[in-house]
């Protein structure tokens, strides 16, 4: 079972996320800012993160930033979704090394069918 | 006293001075040599010998007479000071070094006209030098008790002329430049000054109160002397006459004697020292006079008939009471006198002579072609000798001429042919239209009126006492007696000369004048000169000149007379002054004044015009056009200052602009992040609906209680993103002015009461401590009720959004200070981060880490209450508490 984190701070928008993963069959975990996902990496290796930008306390470029620091996370994945949707926004998040980057509000089915492409890759 | 010991003290005195002058040159620039007192105690060389025994001479003999020679300065002071700042300036900017450079300069550089001011000053100041000689032997035999000796190389005042001669020509001549200050030389005068003040008040007080009882004593035995009467009244009007010609000779003599013009004009190294001259001066005058008289009534009543020589009572009162000390002190203080008189005239002289007669008539061309040391060297040597020539030949003048006659007598006849100077000089600097011509005119008619009535007649006298001449005049004609000229008759001889002699001068200046225009150099000098004030800082834009000349040539003429250095520095000065490019090669007018000015304080300014001319070829330029460049160039002015002006408004301007622009900049990245913000905040919602929604709609699976659910969040999302939209809209009203405030009077403390009620369920919800502090009390004040409700609500709302998670504490509480109302509401959260504590009033306040949200909720609560607290003239504040806890605050005014 592929597991993902999924990062966010605002709890509906989490809380849909959840069920939808959850329902297409994925290992899930839930981190409500950067600094909570940071704890959550230093005991899981997920497959894939999918990242909001805006974030109290740790924010979603400090949290790309330590992920593709660390070795032990060379392989997993890192979607950004994000109001952020200005063309240098993006560049910047694809720039700091991020798989994909989807804006806000976006398609949840869209969502599926970026980490699904992006988990058989890995593969 | 002996001779030998009297001229061995004498030279003690010489080498004292020598001393005091060599300190002062070296001290230089300290305050003690460059001060206003030393400046004005140096005019005092006004008060020559003359002045200490002559005064009391005249007044022996003919009572108040002597008091219209320092009642003449005395009565012109106030206006003084204005001409004299006039004058100081002329000079100082055109580097004039002595009256002959004063007068010829401003008649378009006259050589001639210098020449004649020198001749007439040498011829008018010579005889007055020779009185000072004569005073200094006279008192000298009176000391000593000796009698004058007709062999010349056995009179020990010979050799006093020798030595004063050397003292003088090694003193004078230190400066190839003329107007260099001689701080030694003003010094020493200044001192000798005092000195001789000194000694004269110890005199007086030793006549009046030792000798005899006080003035009053004095007065009571004087008056039984025959004539008395007659000698203590002014006699009407006709001697009302002769005082007032006195009295006008002597206010000339200040501004024209050339020594005074030298210490006054030339030495003068502050304008401000002349303020203190103006009383400083007639006070020394006042105090000089005060003894003149009991001293010379004291002689009259003690050697009543026994012909003794009156010019000498101060020196025969101590010493018929044989006081050797006071007879000393006596002679010492005259001796001041003389010497500081004919060191300092010997050098005017001198300066004239080499720079207006012997330079521009002669030497000029040996000098152009030497080198800077040599020609220096010579320039120093033409002027040394010229000093000791002076003393010489004034030493031989006395011994040959005036032998015989009284000091008043011959000094009185210098003062009168040196006012033949006074209508050209006043001309000079008060009326345009003067000119060489009327100058030249308005000079030799008065000297030739002069000569006729005063000097012609003086000389006779010497030789033939009985000439037809004086009763008869010349060829028998009744009105061209020389003492009763057309018929005037009651004046005495000098008086009447004076009048004859400036009338006809005056009116030959002015007419001459005025129907002959002068040339246009003189005019532009006469602009110069008038309107100083408006040129004093940069007169060489003044100074009127077309032609072609080139740089390099004039560079060749100073350094010749400055050397290599001194003319590339004064080149580079000049250059920066006008901006002017270094590489300009040609030279235009200002460089021509510029570099006429940096030689005539070596050479003079007639010379100067002459080596310059030399290397330039000048175009002649009419009358007309000078007087329109003149008012180009004033109008250069002008236009300048307005050119200044303008340039510094658009400065201010553009630097105004330029704030405006970085501010609208500021504003627009405001505006720009805002809607950034904005947008954001708006998509939050959205986004947590759409993706609700489509999870709705597209899983039919979904349980009950979780489909319930995801409904609710879009209820609670589209309630969230509505009260956004009026918050927008709030702050956009407020921040426009559309939201009108409405202040009116009302309890602060109800209005809080109200606010914080709705709230009571959220605070029992989350277990969150409440505390109103005072409560029951009324405070009032004036605000909009609705919009400090609001106020309140947010930062409560918001107190209660930070406050510690499981132990909420909250404080609200009104402070009453003088003016205004304060109120607190705290909360016991985190601290704000301090970074931050201002920015949290901005909307959609971001920390300086721009992507970390801050879990504010709308963002905007905190920018519309400042809104709000601004528009009532108030102010609002966080500030934190240690270690946890922060503190909103909010003024409102009474």
């Known amino acids: 079972m592929k597991k993902i984190l999924i990062v966010d701070d605002e709890p509906n928008i989490l809380m849909s996320l959840e069920y939808t993963f959850r329902k297409s069959g994925y290992e899930v975990f839930i981190a409500r800012d950067g600094k909570e996902a940071l704890e959550i990496l230093q005991v899981e290796v997920p ?58 509000p976006f398609s949840v089915k869209k969502l599926i069918e970026q980490v699904q492409s992006l988990l058989q890759e890995a593969d | 006293m002996s001779s030998f010991g009297l001229l061995l003290v004498l030279l003690l005195y010489l080498g004292s001075l020598f001393f005091v002058a060599q300190w002062a040159e070296k001290k230089g620039n300290s305050k003690w040599t460059n001060n206003s007192y030393v400046y004005s105690l140096s005019l005092a060389v006004y008060c020559t010998t003359w002045t200490y025994y002559g005064s009391i001479g005249v007044a022996a003999n003919s009572g108040l007479n002597y008091i219209p020679i320092y009642l003449g300065p005395v009565l012109i002071f106030p206006a003084w000071i204005l001409i004299l700042k006039k004058i100081i300036r002329i000079s100082r900017v055109n580097k004039i070094s002595s009256i002959a450079d004063f007068i010829s300069l401003r008649y378009g550089n006259s050589r001639f006209l210098g020449a004649l001011v020198t001749i007439i000053s040498i011829v008018a100041i010579l005889p007055y030098i020779g009185l000072q000689l004569k005073a200094i032997s006279e008192t ?58 000194f000694f004269f008040l110890i005199l007086g007080i030793y006549v009046t109160f030792f000798v005899f009882d006080g003035f009053q004593d004095i007065y009571n035995q004087a008056s039984v002397i025959p004539g008395f009467k007659e000698k203590n009244t002014v006699n009407g009007l006709e001697g009302g006459m002769n005082w007032l010609m006195y009295c006008i000779l002597s206010l000339f003599a200040i501004f024209l004697l050339p020594r005074q013009f030298h210490m006054s004009v030339v030495e003068n190294n502050r304008e401000r020292h002349v303020r203190t001259a103006i009383w400083l001066f007639p006070l020394y005058l006042l105090l000089f006079n005060i003894f003149v008289y009991p001293i010379a009534w004291g002689g009259n009543i003690l050697f009543d008939g026994k012909g003794f020589n009156s010019d000498m009572y101060s020196l025969l009162i101590p010493q018929f009471f044989n006081n050797q000390t006071m007879t000393l002190l006596v002679f010492f203080g005259g001796l001041s006198a003389a010497i500081s008189m004919i060191i300092v005239s010997s050098i005017t002289l001198a300066t004239m002579l080499s720079n207006n007669l012997l330079i521009p008539y002669g030497l000029l061309g040996s000098l152009a072609a030497e080198s800077q040391v040599e020609n220096n060297d010579r320039i120093v040597r033409i002027r040394r000798i010229g000093i000791f020539l002076m003393i010489i030949l004034a030493y031989i003048y006395y011994r040959y001429f005036i032998l015989g006659f009284s000091l008043v007598s011959v000094g009185m006849i210098s ?29 030799i008619t008065g000297i030739v009126v002069c000569f006729y009535t005063l000097m012609l007649p003086f000389l006779l006298s010497s030789i033939h006492p009985e000439s037809r001449f004086f009763k008869e005049g010349i060829f028998g004609i009744d009105l061209l007696k020389p003492f009763q000229l057309f018929g005037l008759d009651y004046l005495e001889p000098v008086p009447h000369a004076l009048f004859w002699s400036l009338l006809f001068n005056f009116v030959a200046y002015l007419f001459v004048s005025v129907s002959f225009k002068g040339n246009y150099r003189e005019r532009n000098y006469a602009e110069m000169y008038v309107d100083i004030n408006r040129y ?91 007087l329109r460049i003149l008012e180009e160039s004033k ?48 998509r939050t919602p959205i986004t947590a609906i759409r993706a609700a929604s489509e999870i709705l709609y597209d899983d039919d699976e979904i349980p009950e209680e979780l489909r319930k659910q995801f409904l609710k969040n879009i209820i609670s999302e589209s309630d969230r993103l509505n009260r956004l939209i009026d918050k927008i809209l709030d702050l956009e009203k407020l921040e426009t002015g559309k939201q009108k405030i409405n202040m009116l009077p009302g309890n602060i403390v109800q209005t809080i009461r109200e606010s914080v009620e709705p709230l009571n369920q959220l605070l029992v919800n989350k277990n969150i401590s409440l505390t109103f502090i005072d409560s029951e009390n009324e405070v009032h004040c004036r605000y909009d009720h609705e919009r400090i409700v609001q106020v309140i609500t947010n930062l409560v709302s918001n107190a209660i959004k930070f406050c510690d998670e499981n132990q909420g504490v909250i404080k609200v509480e009104v402070e009453e200070v003088p003016d205004l109302v304060r109120i607190h509401i705290f909360n016991n959260g985190k601290n704000v981060v301090e970074e931050d504590i201002e920015a949290i009033f901005d909307k959609f306040y971001q920390s300086q880490n ?25 102010e609002i504040w966080a500030r934190n508490h240690q270690p946890t806890g922060v503190t909103f605050t909010f003024t409102l005014p009474k």
């Not at chain 2, 000796?149 to 005042?157: E, K, P, R």
């Not at chain 2, 006093?160 to 030389?185: N, W």
């Not at chain 2, 002015?637 to 900049?665: R, Y």
């Open chain 1, 47 to 104: 497959h894939l993160i999918i990242l909001d930008i805006m974030m109290p306390n740790v924010d979603g470029y400090a949290t790309i930033e330590f992920i593709k620091n660390e070795p032990q996370l060379q392989f997993c994945k890192v979607i950004f979704l994000s109001a952020k949707n200005k063309e240098s926004d993006i560049e910047k998040g694809m720039g700091l090394g991020a798989d994909a980057y989807m804006t806000k």
């Open chain 2, 140 to 197: 000298f035999h009176v000391v000593t008790k000796s009698q004058n000796s007709h062999n010349v190389l056995s009179d020990s005042s010979t050799y006093v002329a020798i030595v004063l001669a050397l003292f003088a020509s090694f003193y004078g001549s230190r400066y190839v430049d003329a107007t260099e200050k001689r701080k030694g030389i003003v010094t020493a005068v200044a001192l000798e000054s005092a000195i001789k003040l």
């Open chain 2, 415 to 443: 003062f009168v042919i040196i006012a033949q100077l006074g209508p050209a000089f006043f001309g000079a600097i008060f009326w345009k239209r003067g000119s060489l011509r009327g100058a030249l005119a308005g000079i």
């Open chain 2, 536 to 626: 004093i800082t940069n007169h060489e834009n003044a100074f009127v000149w077309k032609g072609t000349a080139y740089v390099k040539d004039i560079e060749k003429v100073l350094i010749r007379f400055l050397g290599e250095e001194r003319t590339h520095r004064a080149m580079k000065i000049f250059k920066l002054k006008y901006n002017i490019d270094k590489d300009n090669t040609m030279a235009d007018a200002r460089l021509i004044k510029f570099a006429e000015n940096l030689l005539t304080g070596h050479i003079g300014t007639a010379s100067a015009k002459i080596l310059i001319e030399g290397v330039t070829k000048e175009d002649k330029i009419s009358l007309p056009e000078v």
């Open chain 2, 635 to 682: 109008e250069n002015i002008v236009i300048n200052k307005k050119l200044i002006a303008t340039s510094n408004e658009l400065k201010i301007i553009s630097e105004q602009l330029k704030n405006a622009n970085q501010s609208l900049m500021l504003k627009d990245k405001q505006k720009d992040e805002f809607l950034d913000t904005v947008t954001h905040e708006l």
């Open chain 2, 850 to 874: 721009q992507n970390i949200k801050k879990p504010i909720g709308s963002g905007l609560g905190l920018a519309i209450s400042r809104q709000i607290v601004e528009l009532h003239h108030g």
